[in-house]
Antibody, heavy 117, light 109 residues
Framework: QVQLVESGGGLVKPGGSLRLSCAASGFTFSDYYMSWIRQAPGKGLEWVSYISSSGSTIYYADSVKGRFTISRDNAKNSLYLQMNSLRAEDTAVYYC??????????WGQGTLVTVSS | QTVVTQEPSLTVSPGGTVTLTCASSTGAVTSGYYPNWFQQKPGQAPRALIYSTSNKHSWTPARFSGSLLGGKAALTLSGVQPEDEAEYYCLLYYGGARVFGGGTKLTVL
């Protein structure tokens, strides 16, 4: 079965950096686009970034452009999100999700990032 | 900045029918926006329900259906069950960009 497991969240000071990881299993990772979606505490969902199966196509939301970098390692079945220059408003649960012809079909359970001094 | 608007909250009685809508600030929602719908219960990750306007995932209960209605994307729940109480989000595609609606809190009372 499809499994997506995020890790790397935690407490970081404003201006700091954090790298999130998503370990994928149960499907051929290299065949799928992947994405990061976040949810601030008590708020709605926000699309952050996605990356094509080969890594050649990447999208970022304006709110993170220039600060966050999405990447993937198909040999390791892993997706990453490098987050730099973090701000308080980046505090959220970050979800890894698979993109397919059937939309955003599978989601991980999320990892919490807290940006606070 | 593109805004996707949903009803903040709706209430429905068990066994009843309710329609949630999803509007775009750019104009009428069409199939080209590939509307997706998700359900999220407290403390859980979102779960996909509908993709490309009206297509269901293998796990989507038959009582959920998606459509286009009056220039908006719509999610209709027929024969609502208590376990359908949740937050529902729509997602629209704008070329490369993806924008979520603000969510609708559905109360079953």
């Amino acid at each position: 079965q499809v499994q997506l497991v995020e890790s790397g969240g935690g407490l970081v000071k404003p201006g700091g950096s954090l790298r999130l990881s998503c370990a994928a299993s149960g499907f051929t990772f290299s065949d799928y686009y992947m994405s990061w979606i976040r949810q601030a505490p008590g708020k709605g969902l926000e699309w952050v970034s996605y990356i094509s199966s080969s890594g050649s196509t990447i999208y970022y939301a304006d709110s993170v452009k220039g600060r966050f970098t999405i990447s993937r390692d198909n040999a390791k079945n892993s997706l990453y999100l490098q987050m730099n220059s973090l701000r308080a408003e980046d505090t959220a649960v970050y979800y890894c999700a698979r993109l397919s012809r059937m939309g955003t079909d599978y989601w991980g359970q999320g990892t919490l990032v807290t940006v606070s001094s | 900045q593109t805004v996707v608007t949903q009803e903040p909250s709706l209430t429905v009685s068990p066994g009843g029918t309710v329609t949630l809508t999803c509007a775009s600030s750019t104009g009428a929602v069409t199939s080209g926006y590939y509307p997706n719908w998700f359900q999220q219960k407290p403390g859980q990750a979102p779960r996909a329900l509908i993709y490309s306007t009206s297509n269901k995932h293998s796990w989507t209960p038959a009582r959920f259906s998606g459509s286009l209605l009056g220039g908006k994307a719509a999610l209709t729940l027929s024969g609502v069950q208590p376990e359908d109480e949740a937050e529902y989000y729509c997602l629209l595609y704008y070329g490369g960009a993806r924008v979520f609606g603000g969510g609708t809190k559905l109360t079953v009372l």
